[in-house]
């Protein structure tokens, strides 16, 4: 029944940023954690980040001080900044509802870091 669809990937050079996008519909957005995992070819999906319905969070060690998660219950999205992008963050990103790293996913948007 939840919908997520996640955008604003795209292809970076290393150093650079984007913003990743996570519009939820067919929920009540404001009561529930969500998170961003990642997932590179031939690996397993790995989290990344984790807002609770507060706005409290946390991170991979990969990437604390470089990405930033923030949600915006009026508009039922949840954001991911990513700053100092490295080839190594080069994977499809995924939005999860709950954050736990089960329950729906998005279709994932591809991010990649290369120069």
């Known amino acids: 029944q939840v919908q997520l669809v996640e955008s604003g990937g795209g292809l970076v050079q290393p150093g650079g940023s984007l913003r990743l996008s996570c519009a939820v519909s067919?929920?009540?957005?404001?009561?529930?954690?969500m998170g961003w995992y990642r997932q590179a070819p031939g690996k397993q999906r790995e989290f990344v980040a984790r807002?609770?319905?507060?706005?409290?969070?946390n991170y991979a060690d990969s990437v604390k001080g470089r990405f930033t998660i923030s949600r915006d219950n009026a508009k039922n999205t949840v954001y991911l900044q990513m700053n100092s992008l490295k080839p190594e963050d080069t994977a499809v990103y995924y939005c999860?509802?709950?954050?736990?790293?089960?329950?729906?996913w998005g279709q994932g948007t591809q991010v990649t870091v290369s120069s």
């Open positions: 067919g929920s009540i957005f404001s009561i529930v954690a």
């Open positions: 999860n509802y709950g954050g736990q790293g089960f329950g729906s």
């Open positions: 807002i609770g319905r507060g706005g409290n969070s």
